[in-house]
């Protein structure tokens, strides 16, 4: 589709400044993709590690003794 109104330098100008910010806005979504898959890596990560520690407490839970019962002082 062509501008009647513009010349063609302008039309060519025109079309480079759009393929321009296409490319810059390509390398932009790049980074960002990037950016994401470290962060879910990140949070992978801290899931398994709160897997592990939230059932490592549920061990020691576990294997921890009863309070002893409330009894009187052997001293009355």
């Known amino acids: 589709m062509t501008t009647p109104n ?3 330098d302008s039309q060519a100008a025109r079309i480079a400044s759009l393929e321009e910010h296409a490319a810059h ?26 897997d ?7 061990v020691l839970e576990e294997g921890s ?3 002893p019962a409330i009894t009187r002082p052997p001293h009355y």
């Open 6 to 8: 513009l010349p063609d």
């Open 25 to 50: 806005q390509a390398k932009m979504i790049d980074e960002l993709s990037d950016q994401l898959a470290d962060q879910w890596r990140v949070v992978e990560q801290l899931r398994t590690k709160l």
């Open 52 to 58: 592990r520690l939230t059932e490592r407490f549920l």
């Open 65 to 67: 003794l009863d309070a």
